[in-house]
Structure formats: C-alpha cells, structure tokens
T-cell receptor
C-alpha cells in the first residue's frame, strides 16, 4: 500500500526545471512526504522531505499544497545525471516506520 | 551524509546454495534496518524489517525460513538467502534508520544471480 500516485514517466530538457508531481490524498496529519531517486542499478538516494512547509536544499525544492494532498519535487536545472526513477513516499508512522515504494516516475533528461 | 554499505555488491551462485548479504551502517547506529528486493523494471518491494536484538518482521508473502535475517549489532544486519533458486535472482537493497527515526539511508544494493 504505497499511498502515493505518480506519473509513470516524464521528459525534461537539460537545463530546464523538472517538476515531478505526486498525489497523496489520504495522507495523515503527522505523515511526512519523502522523495528519493534511483539511478539505474544503484540504491535509492535521499533527496528531500517535508511535513507542511515548502523545503529547499542543494538538490531540489519540495512544494506541498496547503491541504497536503499533493506535492511537487522541483529540480531547478536538470542535468543528464538527473535521469533516474523518482519515488514519492509517505511515511507510514503507524506501521513501524516502514517505507513502501510506489512505481515512481522515470525522468529522462534530454540533451 | 550517513553511509550504508552492502557486501557483496555482486554474487553469482549455483542453485541450492545459500548466500549471505551484509548491510552495515558506517557512521551511525541503526536500531532498525529494512530489506528490499527489486526485480528488473519494477519498484522496490519491502521484504522485512529487522530490529537489533530481536526477530525480524516479514512482509506478507515473504518466507521467513528462506530469507533469514540477523541483526546482531547496531551497525550490521545480514540477509541469508537459503537454498537459492533462479527465481531468487534479484537486486537486494538494505536500508537503515537512524536512531532519531526520521531519516532513511539506503545501501548500494547487491545483485544476486542464481544459476
């Protein structure tokens, strides 16, 4: 039960911003939204997480809607190395903090 | 940032043998570690949750007698695939939770090929 919905795939031109949406309409008030990415044949890499407020770090920005039912991960200037599968995960606090992965969004950055 | 390592990164074995995969947290103590399996072109599937000093909790459909998990210390968890068969060939990934519980770090994965 991944609790999130993401588009299967997206393309983005190199140098442009990549905006990856995620729906989590059943999120609870104390559940965080996490974003990870997985480059082919590697382990997932942490990107960012948030609860209510928008967050920004050196990799990306996370925009969470006021009702918290959806969020958008923004890679401000996509590079070819950002080609990966991006996973949006809601932390299920009532089941031992396991992370369940959905199908993710396969982002292809095009030269 | 925190680092999680796995060993080996690649293993090829004959059908019927057992394979042990190690997961270590290198610069933090992990009271809880998670084991995932990923088949080609699919997402990660959680197999089990491993708590230091206690028995692992397995997800529905995962055979606990086939996938033995030991979490003997705060920095090491092992997954043993017993009597491996070709259908066990997969990418196995571990994850560790820091003691604060808010961050999750993933290992680089171990690719298992059973001939």
């Amino acid at each position: 039960d991944a609790k999130t919905t993401q588009p299967t795939s997206m393309d983005c031109a190199e140098g442009r911003a990549a905006n990856l949406p995620c729906n989590h309409s059943t999120i609870s008030g104390n559940e965080y939204v996490y974003w990870y990415r997985q480059i082919h044949s590697q382990g997932p890499q942490y990107i960012i997480h948030g609860l209510k407020n928008n967050e920004t770090n050196e990799m990306a920005s996370l925009i969470i809607t006021e009702d918290r039912k959806s969020s958008t991960l923004i890679l401000p200037h996509a590079t070819l190395r950002d080609t990966a599968v991006y996973y949006c995960i809601v932390r299920v606090v009532d089941t031992g903090n396991q992370f369940y992965f959905g199908t993710g969004t396969s982002l292809t950055v095009i030269p | 940032g925190a680092v999680v390592s796995q060993h080996p990164s690649w293993v090829i074995c004959k059908s019927g043998t057992s394979v042990k995969i190690e997961c270590r947290s290198l610069d933090f103590q992990a009271t809880t570690m998670f084991w995932y399996r990923q088949f080609p072109k699919q997402s990660l599937m959680l197999m089990a949750t491993s708590n230091e000093g206690s028995k692992a909790t397995y997800e529905q459909g995962v055979e606990k007698d086939k996938f033995l998990i030991n979490h003997a210390s705060l920095t090491l968890s092992t997954l043993t695939v017993t009597s491996a068969h070709p259908e066990d060939s997969s990418f196995y990934i571990c994850s560790a939770r820091d003691q604060g519980g808010t961050s999750r770090y993933f290992g680089p994965g171990t690719r298992l090929l059973v001939l």
